[in-house]
């Protein structure tokens, strides 16, 4: 039977795409396919691609704000016909009819400045105007403009996002390959329950089968006055057991398959699962764990991102707080006159300087108060960082040693499987012999069963520390690549 699985793992390890046990039986998928299947075609898959594609556009939104912006704005037509008051020299108002067009078109290219929080810009204007009443037409031209906005004092949120939108970007990145890591922890689990619920259906299956030989041979024997009432009973007892082992291992082993599927997204053949072996023993250093980990994880970067955001918080509090200025600076050229020529011919210089500020007199400590709550929360942010680095490498550490743990055990406990097999098989033909009691081929029984259980108990353990050591790690020790 071994060799039979072994077999089966080796087929599986070098075909990628899966096979079919039969022309109409169910699809045999090997761990490996299962996890390469799920992480090109499962929902979950699908939804962390496209977490990865809107963290990229965000990103990409944030960086068109240090690129230059070309705008072409304008008004065209805004015709206006009313009546409008004017006011005459004896104080009276006197309503017009006015018939009136203004139109504008205007081109600006506008640079943020990420070191200062200001903005520069260049570029031209021009308005017209109609008076149809009046038959008039008037154009006025700003040939050339150039300006400055800087706020004075203020909290500089383009300065603080170059430093931390890098790396959100960053730390999507490596999440993105966390989620497929995780993919195969998950799909390791869903595959070892339906591997579980299968073996337990053989075992329930075959102890049926070797409960109903027992039962014929015990009524004869009882028969004969060789057994006892009460032997005959517990054979009789064991046999009704196991038909209701087998049809709730039947029930259970398509429950577990039935979630297998849903979570792959698989459709269609049903799917069996094939046993895999232990690899060939692989040391894992914790110390390379450890700086692989840190290499390439999110949670490092993450680190430096939570002790940024809350630097920033307290810049943020004291620049939205204290005195504000905001200085505002124009130079160019315009013009005026009845023809569009001459409106662009007959220029003059044009400047303009504004300085707005904002100084706080009297906030009953409340400007105060929202420094030292930011600073007090950076402190906690620090405080917490620093648990969570310790944590976090506590955690990479104990999962290299649980790794290389579980490789030492993952023999004895297939050792114990093959010897409580033999033993059972030996208790049984002893006990067809007459040579053995019914109290202890039971227990060899129970002994085999435990056996095959505990022997796939460990190397559930072991498959899904490998991959949750992958996980943590971000690194393939088997290849010594990064993933």
């Known amino acids: 039977m071994n060799k039979l699985i072994y077999t089966f793992v080796l087929i599986a390890a070098v075909l990628y795409r899966p096979v079919r046990a039969q022309e109409s ?24 691609e496209t977490t990865k594609e809107n963290r990229f556009w965000a990103y990409q939104s944030f960086r068109s704000n240090l690129y230059p912006r070309l705008v072409l704005s304008g008004v065209a037509p805004e015709f206006n016909r009313s009546f409008s008051g004017v006011t005459q020299p004896d104080g009276t108002t006197l309503y017009q009819p006015v018939t009136i067009n203004n139109s504008s078109l205007q081109l600006d290219v506008s640079q943020n400045l990420p070191w200062t929080g200001g903005q520069v810009f260049i570029g031209t204007r021009l308005n017209r105007f109609d008076d149809f009443d009046r038959d008039t037409r008037l154009y006025n031209s700003s040939p050339l403009f150039i300006g400055l906005s800087q706020p004075l004092f203020q909290y500089n949120g383009l300065k603080w996002g170059q430093k931390i939108e890098p790396l959100k970007y960053e730390e999507s990145v490596r999440q993105f390959k966390e989620e497929e890591a995780r993919i195969a922890v998950q799909v390791c689990r869903r ?3 339906l591997l579980r619920a299968e073996i337990n259906l053989d075992i329930a299956e075959n102890n049926l089968k070797n409960n109903d030989t027992l039962f014929r041979i015990a009524e004869t024997r009882f028969e004969l006055g060789r057994i006892s009432k009460s032997d005959l009973l517990q054979l009789q007892l064991a046999a009704v057991t196991a038909q209701k082992d087998v049809a709730q291992a039947k029930l259970d082993r398509n429950i577990a398959a039935l979630e297998l599927k849903t979570f792959l997204g698989w459709e269609g053949d049903s799917l069996d699962a094939v046993l895999p072996t232990a690899m060939d023993y692989l040391n894992v250093n914790p110390e390379l764990a450890l700086v692989e980990a840190r290499a390439n994880r999110a949670d490092p970067v993450a680190f430096r991102r939570r002790l940024l955001e809350a630097e920033e918080e307290v810049a943020m509090a004291k620049g939205q707080t204290g005195p504000q200025a905001n ?9 005026t006159d009845e023809s569009f020529g001459g409106a662009y011919q007959n220029t003059i210089d044009q400047q303009g300087v504004r300085l707005g500020f904002t100084i706080p007199i009297l906030d009953w400590g409340r400007a105060d108060a929202r420094v030292k709550t930011a600073l007090a929360n950076q402190k906690l942010v620090e405080y917490t960082v620093q648990q969570d680095e310790i944590n976090f490498d506590q955690n990479v550490i104990q999962l290299a040693e649980r790794f290389n743990l579980l490789q030492t055990q993952i023999e004895f406990y297939k050792q114990g499987d093959e010897l409580a097999a033999e033993r059972y098989q030996i208790s049984y033909d002893r006990y067809l012999l007459g040579d053995l009691s019914i109290t202890d081929l039971m227990i060899a029984l129970g002994e085999k069963d435990r056996a095959r259980r505990d022997y796939l108990g460990a190397l559930r353990d072991y498959w899904e520390a490998y991959y949750r050591l992958q996980l943590f790690t971000l690194y393939d020790f088997r290849t010594q690549q990064k993933r």
């Not at 490996?32 to 939804?47: F, H, K, P, R, W």
């Not at 200085?327 to 013009?335: K, N």
């Open 25 to 48: 039986g169910p699809v045999i998928l090997s761990l490996n396919q299962a996890i390469s299947y799920a992480q090109g075609q499962s929902i979950t898959a699908l939804q962390n």
């Open 191 to 193: 595959y070892f329950d």
């Open 327 to 335: 200085l505002e600076a124009s130079l160019g050229f315009s013009g």
